[in-house]
């Protein structure tokens, strides 16, 4: 009865309290820009790498962006009892960005599961969001890989809001199968860490080979929370592999997977994707695998041979080298700066209407041949950039070296 | 032992420990009774095994031998021994004060990590020549089971102690506190990803061969630590006077009181064995699987626990049967199923178990598991 | 501390002389206070979506109350209902299963443009009614090899089976018994329908005050439903088990059933929170559905008092509000305002660790411990009994 002399009282004022209408344009010559990253627990290195290139890039720009002075707020969308990203953080944190009436742009989120909680609200907030890490490919087409629904269902009112700076899951699928097909791998087996991109990486990859003319003999998750890895080895040598792709990120326990296929295939070559490609996978020193696995080690990251990269980006990478330490290439970083950089960008070619939030998340949509550190893209009416070629990475002495740069045949 | 005048234990609350008390050794019984009671302790095992013969008759109708099965067998027992160790300190504490002891998983990672900077601190690399590394890892696993049996008695001391006479579930949430704490201080340490250690023993490298089965050099260090220290613990347990003040506790606080024990002092004692084993298990681990990091704990926690429980709770033995078995089923799972699906798969089988044998394989029938 | 609980204990004496019809009429004045509440704040503020989440967390401890302190048996698998109550909605208020019906979809009680969407579309009220029996269907076939068991084997075995749903969240993806995959994984089923309620209108991501009293109305009813069964025969029959299993059943009280009724009504209230969490997250996500839940959630009714209703929802509170504002904003921001520069986000783990600890410590009885064993305590009842707190000064 308490619940029905409720509803009837909500009825009554129901009317009152719909609709807070946001303003499209920012108040004022200050703007903020938001990023949303998991900062608690494992996630913690990934996310600080990004929030260091976030800021490495705003510094490099003198914090402003055409007119306007830039304010950057890092929120976290993990909370202390989870460790992790949860969604009631996540949408707390994109109203906080909703709310806050200088907010111009929004990174994030590192999930793409958390991406799909925070574009709906930013979407219908009018903020343009930027995701420096997303390659789920639902979130912005219906490409094959997306359910149905997607990506039709994160944009309530119909108009797109959402980009990113890292390629969809098809094009570095596209790129490994490259890879593998002219290594000469005749029994190539996946094996992805069941995250959002592992696994639609691994669905990805797993296409590209069958076209490549080398399917897969198989494509498992792995346990990321398992001791150790020694009886997958020992499946996966049952079946004569010679080729594994570790589809996922070197967080979940990428570092045991790598030593326990290694030793149980012992001539196995191994390949992963840019969520592997960092010094803690490689360097000793960090905790990553012996240098004894190097010559068997090979990963692809969207980013260009160092030695190509435009003004701007070599400027960050001896910032960054000076700052972090040499040889500490974390993919992440390089995608945080991106990230910022295209803000920054976007804000700048708005003009004086760099304050208007729709006007910025058009910009964002008529980026051309922007230079950058993941070399000169564009960004397409879906909000995907335009990168397709990938480089090709080696390891030698605990150290990620460029090797190649892959065009990707027939995705 | 002599008990101080001014102990005093809250004196009219009974507190049903006998529940899980660690058993004495069984009597002698008449050749009848003993097949009885053979079939009724390890007719569950016999159940247990038809993962492995149904996987062995497969491989067998696919001509490929006993090796594969065997391979796993043997992984399973290796890893399993991490798991007993840790178990035995799970059930220990809750033997005596039936706590389950959350925290317990996260003392052994602290066993790890302590493992890993103290081999650091004494200099031993993969350059170091054999002696020095044996000597400099007998060390750093002394400093890591004292490390991590003060601190288990620290947490006693600290998140226990003074909840014995709170509500039974009080002191199950400090566990929860004192696991996150410890966490935390992993996470500082070493960041929150995983963390490669030198591979000081050479971890997989192929011993001996014998027909097929590889055993590797984690294999032999995993067992031949963990078998003496068993063996160590079940002596000390059963036939010190210490160890029979652990087992008057847990079968009677308050009796063992009053027979003279100092049952505070008796607590510390198993959280102190309990820890010891831990970091012992630490070390194994560090040196086995050659990654440490900070939430190791938590998931070894779970699946020690289970070992425990398994086993039948408050019983050492249980504890490493459970532990051994536990490590044998992962290791089907992984190779015959699916790795992502093996912990779904090793809780499966416990609730078989506990639906067959509520308390537990080896577990005596008592009130609190009848 | 003494004198907090003195304290508290002079409001509890103050309550209970009061005259029924002033007792009533303070209840209507704060059940219209807190009804009236998110008007003082912004409707999509941090205030009101730090309660709207609070007073959900209070109903699944409810739940959980009804199994672990009414009836005694520790749970330790709470979230599994967390996860079923959310796959409900997910199945049966989301575009999940497009295919159905040829991509027509299925419409019962919906308007709007989610009238139009492919899959199963159910208005939010059966999709509750729906998650609460999907629940406690679930609680009983959880309870059904419990039965036997006593003390803490229960809570391993549920803990197994929150363990086994977690799995199955996680890997469901790929598990398609009749064409249609059980769960999304990590991808997560997303977006949730928004509830469809008669007199709410908008409940939108911005607006987020008809959730905060739909989860007050949740809330209330929870606590209707703790109260009344309490103080009924079931109650009674779930504090005898509790208490002395082998006595109450001499006592011609039916264990099986008695504990199977505990556990199907933790189970249902449980699957009424999960369905609401997903809906008002707008999301299904296996990474969701892990075992720090279930502890999260049995801290909150320890801390609060175990088998004390009131007592639950302090600690579902209390520890909420630690968990989404005081650790994210107000413990962080701590170094900024005493003019230090560092970061704390890295210690927040430790923190939360911390203060499960200390707060136990210093009141290992709960916040407001329940009045049973209150009376039990100080007037000497039952003083041979096992869990019975004896107040030690700290």
Not at chain 1, 72 to 97: E, F, I, M, N
Not at chain 2, 132 to 140: E, F, H, P, S
Not at chain 3, 303 to 328: C, D, E, K, Q
Request: charged fraction near 15%.
């Amino acid at each position: 009865m308490l619940v029905a002399g409720l509803a009837v009282f909500v009825a009554a004022c129901g009317g009152g309290s719909s609709g807070s209408s946001t303003g499209s344009t920012a108040s004022g010559k200050t703007l903020t820009v938001y990023s949303s990253l998991p900062l608690q627990g494992a996630s913690r290195t990934n996310s600080e790498a990004l929030v260091n290139g976030i800021k490495l890039a705003l510094n490099q720009a003198g914090g402003k962006a055409g007119q306007f002075t830039i304010n950057y707020k890092s929120l976290d969308d993990s909370t202390a009892q989870t460790g992790k990203w949860d969604p009631g953080q996540t949408s707390s944190d994109a109203r906080q960005a909703a709310q806050d009436k200088s907010t111009i742009l929004y990174i994030g989120e590192f999930n793409s599961g958390a991406s799909a909680i925070s574009i709906p609200i930013l979407n219908r907030a009018g903020i343009g969001q930027i995701s420096p890490a997303n390659t789920a490919v639902g979130l912005t087409s219906n490409a094959a890989g997306a359910s149905p629904g997607e990506p039709e269902k994160y944009y309530p009112t119909g108009k797109r809001n959402y980009v990113r700076v890292v390629p969809k899951d098809t094009i570095q699928g596209a790129a490994v199968a490259t890879v593998m097909k002219s290594d000469g791998c005749k029994k190539p087996y996946i094996l992805n860490d069941k995250e959002v991109y592992g696994q639609g990486l691994a669905t990805n990859t797993s296409d590209s080979l069958k076209t490549a003319g080398i399917p897969p003999l198989g494509n498992d998750g792995w346990d990321s929370k398992a001791a150790n890895y020694r009886s997958v080895a020992s499946k996966l040598a049952g079946k004569g592999v010679d080729c594994v792709f570790l589809s996922g990120i070197v967080d979940n326990n990428g570092v045991q997977l790598t030593k326990d296929i290694a030793a149980g295939i012992p001539n196995a070559k191994i390949y992963a994707p840019d969520g592997f490609c960092e010094s803690g996978w490689v360097s000793p020193k960090e905790g990553g695998v012996p240098t004894s696995l190097d010559s068997r080690l090979q990963c692809t990251v969207a980013t260009l041979d160092p030695g190509s990269y435009p003004p701007a980006g070599k400027k960050f990478f001896q910032q960054y080298e000076a700052k972090y330490g040499k040889g500490n290439l974390n993919p992440y970083a390089i995608y945080g700066y991106a990230a910022m950089s295209l803000a920054l960008d976007a804000i700048k070619r708005a003009g004086s209407n760099g304050n208007n939030r729709q006007d910025v998340i058009n910009a964002l949509f008529s980026t051309k041949n922007l230079p950058s550190v993941l070399g000169t893209f564009s960004i397409d009416k879906n909000g995907d950039t335009s990168i397709t070629d990938y480089g090709l990475y080696s390891v030698k002495n605990g150290q990620i070296v460029f090797s190649r740069v892959v065009k990707p045949s027939a995705g | 032992m002599p008990a101080p005048p001014d102990f005093d234990l809250h004196s009219d609350s009974e507190r049903g420990l006998e529940a899980a008390s660690i058993p004495v050794r069984a009597t002698r019984a008449a050749p009848f009774e003993a097949i009885q009671r053979f079939l009724s302790r390890y007719g569950l095992i016999i159940v247990l095994l038809a993962l492995p013969l149904a996987f062995m008759a497969s491989d067998l109708a696919h001509g490929h031998g006993f090796a594969h099965i065997l391979e796993n067998l043997k992984d399973g027992v290796s890893n399993g021994a991490i798991w007993a160790l840790v178990a035995i300190g799970y059930t220990l504490v809750y033997g005596i004060i039936e706590l389950i002891n959350f925290a317990h998983g996260d003392v052994f990672m602290i066993g790890s990590f302590v493992s890993f900077g103290m081999w650091g601190t004494l200099g031993v690399t993969l350059g170091t020549g054999t002696l020095g590394r044996v000597g400099g890892l007998i060390v750093a696993g002394a400093i890591a089971m004292i490390a991590c049996g003060s601190l288990n008695v620290m947490i006693e001391r600290v998140a226990y102690r003074p909840l014995r006479h709170a509500p039974k579930l009080a002191p199950l949430i400090t566990a929860v506190g004192f696991s996150f704490i410890l966490q935390n201080v992993g996470l500082e340490w070493l960041g929150g990803s995983q963390h490669g250690v030198d591979d000081l023993v050479d971890a997989q490298h192929i011993l001996v061969n014998i027909g097929g089965v590889h055993i590797i050099n984690a294999d032999v260090l995993a067992i031949g630590i963990t078998i003496p220290l068993v063996l160590l613990l079940v002596a000390f347990v059963q036939n010190s006077r210490l160890g029979k003040a652990m087992r008057a506790t847990a079968q009677d606080p308050e009796a063992a009181r009053l027979m003279g024990i100092n049952v505070d002092h008796t607590i510390s004692l198993t959280f102190l064995l309990g820890g010891l084993m831990a970091g012992a298990a630490g070390l194994i681990y560090a040196l086995y699987n050659t990654t440490i990091r900070f939430d190791q704990g938590f998931e070894a926690g779970l699946i020690a626990f289970t070992a425990a429980v398994m086993g039948g709770i408050g019983n050492l033995q249980g504890a490493v049967l459970g532990g051994l078995i536990i490590g044998c089923i992962q290791q089907i799972s992984d190779d015959r199923i699916n790795s992502t699906w093996t912990p779904a798969i090793v809780f499966a089988y416990l609730i078989l178990i506990m639906v067959f044998k509520p308390q537990g394989l080896l577990g005596e029938e008592t009130r609190e598991a009848g | 501390m003494t004198a907090i609980r003195d304290f508290f204990r002079s409001i509890g004496d103050a309550w209970d002389g009061l005259h029924p019809n002033v007792r009533r009429a303070i209840g209507v004045a704060v059940l219209v206070f807190f009804i009236v509440l998110p008007f003082f704040f912004t409707a999509g503020g941090t205030f009101i979506d730090n309660a709207t989440r609070a007073l959900a967390y209070a109903v699944m401890a409810l739940g959980l109350n009804v199994v672990v302190g009414f009836a005694g048996l520790l749970d330790l698998g709470y979230v599994a209902f967390y996860a079923l109550g959310a796959f409900t909605i997910g199945w049966f208020g989301s575009s999940f299963y497009a295919q159905v019906n040829h991509g027509k979809g299925l419409h019962i009680g919906v308007t709007g443009v989610t009238g139009q969407l492919p899959g199963i579309h159910f208005n939010f009220l059966l999709v509750l009614v729906a998650a609460v029996i999907v629940c406690a269907i679930f609680g009983v076939l959880i309870g059904l090899p419990t039965l036997r068991l006593r003390g803490d084997y229960i809570a391993i075995v549920t803990l197994a089976f929150g363990e086994i749903i977690g799995r199955v969240a996680i890997n469901g993806d790929s598990l398609k018994p009749f064409g249609y995959a059980v769960t999304a994984g990590r991808q997560g089923i997303t977006p949730i329908d928004s509830p469809d309620l008669p007199g709410l209108a908008s409940f939108g991501p911005l607006d987020l005050r008809p959730w905060y009293w739909t989860a007050l109305g949740m809330a209330l009813l929870s606590l209707f439903v703790s109260f009344r069964l309490r103080d009924s025969r079931l109650g009674r029959a779930w504090i005898a088990v509790r208490e002395d299993e082998v006595a109450a059943a001499s006592m011609g009280v039916p264990l099986v059933r008695t504990k199977l009724l505990a556990y199907a009504t933790g189970a249902g209230l449980g699957g009424m929170a999960g369905a609401f969490f997903a809906a008002y997250f707008n999301t299904v996500n296996a990474d969701q559905f892990e075992f720090s839940f279930s502890i999260f959630i049995l801290a909150m009714i320890i801390l609060g008092g175990l088998g004390s209703i009131w007592g639950v929802v302090a600690g579902a509170i209390v520890l909420s509000y630690i968990n989404t504002y005081f650790i994210p904003n107000t413990f962080k921001s701590l170094p900024h305002h005493i003019g230090l520069n560092f970061d704390l986000t890295d210690l927040s783990f430790g923190i939360f660790g911390f203060l499960l600890v200390i707060m136990m410590v210093l009141r290992p009885q709960g916040l407001i411990p329940e009045r049973r064993r209150k009376l039990e305590l100080t007037e000497g009842v039952g003083a041979g009994d096992s869990e019975m707190p004896i107040e030690v000064s700290v």
